[in-house]
C-alpha cells in the first residue's frame, strides 16, 4: 500500500513538473524577466538588510540596490556597444589576418601529408558584425520592455523577500526554505564572484601584454560566462585565443590557453574554500545537465539561471518528506 502511495505521488510530481516544464518553455519570454527579478532580489537582499540595520527605511534601501543595478547594467551595455562598433571597424584587417593565417595553417598541413582547401569568408559574404538600423531598434525596444520588468519586479520581490525573516514566525517552514536557498545562493554568487573576478582582470593584463584587441571586452567576457557552471569559460574563451592565433599564430593562441587555464586554476584555488558542487549541495552531473536542461526550456538566460533555479527545485523537493529522497539524489557523492 505504501509502495502505490509513492508510485502515486511520483507520477503527480512528474505531472506537475511536465506541465510547468512546458509553460515556461512556451511563455520563456514572459517568465526570464519575472526569474531574473526574483534571484536579483535573492542576491541583494544581505545589501538591503546592511543598509536597514544603518538606519535607512527598506523602501530607500530596496531603490539604493535598484538603482545600483541599472547603474552598472547601463554602464555594461556602452562598453559592449562601443567594444561591438570598434570590432566591427576592425573586421577588415581581421579577415587580412584570417587569410594570412590559413594559408600558413594549410602550408604547415600540406607538409604533413594532409591536403586541405581552406577558403576564409570575403569581406562581401562576412559583412558587418553590426545588424541593420530596424532590427537594431526592434532588439533595443524589447530589451528595454524586459529590462523595465526587472526592475519594476525586482523593486517589490525585494520589499518581499527582505522581510521574509519577519514572517518567520508565522509560516516558518516556508520562510526557512526560503532563507536556506537565499544563503546558499548568495556564499556560492559571492565566491563565484571573487574568482571570476580575479580571473577576468589577470588574463585583461595578459591580452594587454601580448597586445590582443579589445583586451578589456574579452576580460568582461570572461567575468560575465564564468558564471556560467563548466561551460563558460571555455565558450568565453574561444574569442581572445582566436585573435591571439590571428595576431601572433599558434605560440600566441597556445599562451593564451595556458595562461586563462592558469589564471582560473589559482583563482579558483585562492577564493573558492571548496567545489561549487559541496557549496551547492548539487552533484557536478547535475549541475552540467541543468545548464542543458534550462537553457532548452528558457534560452540563453536560461545559463546563467540554471543554478538559482536547480538549487530552488532541489529546496522545494527537501520541503516534503515525500520527494526528500528525490533531493537526496542530486547531491554530490559523499
Known sequence: MTGDVSLSSLACLLV???????????????????????????????????????GMPRWTAALVCVGAIVGISLALIAFLSASVIQLDRALPAYQDLLKTQTTGLQAML????????LQPPT????????PPLETILTDLSALVIDFLVIIIVTVFMLLEVSGIEREKEITPSVADLLIGFGEKLNGYVTAKFRASLATGLIT???FLVIGIETPFLWGLL?????FIPFLGLPIASVPPIGLAWLQHGLGGALIVLVGIAVVDLVSR??????????????SPLVIVLSVFFWTWVLGVPGLFLAVPLTLMAKAVLEYSDETRWIAGLLGPAE
Request: proline share 5%.
Open 16 to 54: 506537475i513538473v511536465a506541465i510547468l516544464t512546458a509553460g515556461m518553455h512556451l511563455a520563456a519570454a514572459l517568465v526570464n524577466p519575472v526569474l531574473f527579478a526574483f534571484v536579483l532580489s535573492i542576491l541583494t537582499t544581505p545589501i538591503v538588510h546592511r543598509l536597514e540595520a544603518k
Open 110 to 117: 600540406a607538409g604533413w601529408g594532409i591536403d586541405l582547401d
Open 123 to 130: 569581406s562581401s559574404e562576412q559583412g558587418s558584425f553590426i
Open 204 to 206: 585583461t593584463g595578459i
Open 222 to 226: 570572461i567575468f560575465l560566462l564564468s
Open 269 to 282: 584555488s585562492v577564493f573558492i574554500s571548496e567545489p561549487p558542487e559541496r557549496r551547492l549541495e548539487l
